[in-house]
């Protein structure tokens, strides 16, 4: 959405608005996020939130909307939301996006939410057994007991 059809949104009458920009988000995802329902009758929050939420996923040019559509999907995988998981399916099967490249996404999205796990988890640990050599913050080295556990000898 360019700037211009913000502008206008953002003239109109929320009472009008508000329809538009569920039919404009209907159009585009084949359905209305739960989420967008409910809001809808709170038009203060519904407008922006909504207005930002275009500007995100489908104001980026570089990305096409499969790609930006996986990313949502590997997104909600990592976060662990069931309802938006399914929904970005749902719209990715809409758009004609395989099955193998749903999940893929799926998969980087769970890769990332491990990794996520395991940095704040092995931090945690490190931080209560420091060990002579490594009582300072971690510090990216190469060889790094902290940074790469399978080399750290647990004590």
């Known amino acids: 959405m ?3 059809d913000i ?14 920009l ?12 739960y989420i967008m329902n409910f809001m809808k009758d709170l038009p203060e929050i519904f407008i922006p939130k909504t207005l ?3 500007s995100i ?5 570089n990305l096409d909307p499969e790609t930006v559509e996986l990313i949502a999907i590997g997104v909600a995988s990592a976060l662990r939301c069931e309802h938006c998981l399914k929904m970005h399916i749902r719209v990715a099967k809409r758009k004609g996006i395989n099955k193998e490249k749903i ?3 799926i998969m980087i999205g769970a890769s990332i939410s ?14 209560e057994f420091p060990d002579d050599e490594n009582e300072e913050e971690c510090c990216c ?9 399978s080399k750290a000898t647990l004590k």
Request: charged share 30%; aromatic share 8%.
């Open 114 to 127: 491990n990794a996520a796990v395991l940095a704040e988890s092995t931090r945690a640990l490190a931080s």
């Open 57 to 61: 996923m489908r104001g980026f040019k």
């Open 52 to 54: 930002y939420e275009n």
């Open 22 to 33: 569920l039919e404009d988000v209907r159009n585009q995802y084949g359905e209305v996020p």
């Open 141 to 149: 080295d190469s060889n790094c007991e902290i940074c790469n556990i």
């Open 103 to 105: 999940f893929y996404a």
């Open 7 to 20: 502008v206008e949104i953002l003239k109109k009458d929320p009472e009008k608005a508000v329809p538009e």
């Open 2 to 4: 360019e700037l211009e």
